[in-house]
């Protein structure tokens, strides 16, 4: 992408911004790979042990982290619609990685993930249950990397049992949510099939009725 910014943050705390053209996520990562050996973060790549990669979206494909071999990445590719805007761009980077560094186990850990224990009639929506049948329409949750690692800490703080524990968890940003933790795991959280849902968030409008949006297209003509 043209006017692009890479930016990396040393253990030291220096940090190096560039504004450049990055047209691909391989070309991100050969990037990476120079800075890496530059600022002398590691000497040789062989130090490289593995990769991880954020994915947003796991869907019902990925209930917890897993090493990504082809047969996984194929997995990644099939369920790249379920969050458009990040899961393609998170599996290129993935292949892009998997391509620089061919003997580096690469892992992905998604966000969804932790929501797995969800009951169904906390996933479900009040829809046709075909469409969560036929094509997977379902509350996913998000977030649940950042829950996985603070509810256990807030419990520590507490001096709590995380296992029988009941807690609210709030990841506020951007993009927010509101988790509750019952016993340890993810009993009902605000964000949906999408994170676009649930709380109003800094960049993300949260719950909103669909019959206002179609409202408004017709009010502002973007439907015949």
């Known amino acids: 992408m043209p006017n692009s910014i890479f930016k990396i943050k040393l253990a030291n705390g220096n940090e190096y911004i560039k504004n450049m053209s990055i047209p691909t996520q391989k070309d991100a990562v050969k990037l990476l790979i120079e800075c890496l050996k530059k600022y002398q973060v590691v000497e040789n790549l062989s130090e490289i042990k593995g ?12 209930s917890s982290s897993v090493v990504i071999d082809n047969h996984n990445l194929h997995k990644l590719e099939r369920i790249a619609q379920f ?3 990040h899961n393609g761009p998170e599996t290129e980077g993935v292949k892009a990685f998997m391509s620089i560094l061919p ?27 075909k469409y969560y049948k036929d094509y997977a329409v379902r509350k996913y949750g998000a977030h649940g990397t950042f829950v996985r690692y603070v509810a256990p800490r807030a419990a520590k703080m507490m001096h709590k049992n995380i296992n029988i524990a009941r807690l609210i968890v709030c990841h506020l940003g951007s993009g927010s949510s509101i988790t509750a933790v019952k016993n340890g795991k993810s009993y009902d959280t605000s964000m949906g099939f999408s994170p676009l849902v649930g709380v109003t968030m800094g960049t993300r409008s949260g719950d909103f009725d669909p019959s206002a949006l179609q409202y408004l297209m017709h009010k502002r003509k973007c439907v015949s």
């Open 103 to 129: 003997n580096v186990r690469q892992v992905a850990v998604f966000d969804t993930a932790y929501h797995h224990t969800l009951d169904a009639v906390h996933y479900l929506y009040s829809i046709p249950y």
């Open 51 to 62: 990769v991880g990669h954020r994915i947003v979206n796991g869907c019902e494909v990925f």
């Open 83 to 85: 969050a458009p805007l």
